[in-house]
Nanobody, 118 residues
């Protein structure tokens, strides 16, 4: 199983970016999916998560600006980021709890860099 993230880049403060992540491999189903980020010199932190049924959870710092969504049929999770701030700069990682046969494991994508210039 692999998680492939894309969509990062350089954007000015106030701008928008959309991140996408696709899971591939021998997947039976996917439970929670989410996005985390790691800023320079800081620990990785939750940005947003979404259950298979569509229930979402956001970090307080991104509420009202970011929207997470998923496509269960395509095994994808997206993060729409609006009104970006310099504090949103970091490497963004997608994450998913994936069932393969009778086993469930947690997987991380390779990370995509988001840089917000002020």
């Amino acid at each position: 199983v692999q998680l492939q993230a894309s969509g990062g880049g350089l954007v000015q403060a106030g701008g928008s970016l959309r991140l996408s992540c696709a899971a591939s491999g021998s997947i039976v189903s996917i439970n929670d999916m989410g996005w985390y980020r790691q800023a320079p010199g800081k620990q990785r932190e939750l940005v947003a998560r979404i259950t298979r049924g569509g229930i979402t959870n956001y970090a307080d710092s991104v509420k009202g600006r970011f929207t997470i969504s998923r496509d269960n049929a395509k095994h994808t999770v997206d993060l729409q980021m609006n009104s970006l701030k310099s504090g949103d700069t970091g490497i963004y990682y997608c994450n998913a709890d994936i069932w393969r046969g009778l086993n469930r494991d947690n997987y991380w994508g390779q990370g995509t860099l988001v840089t917000v210039s002020s």
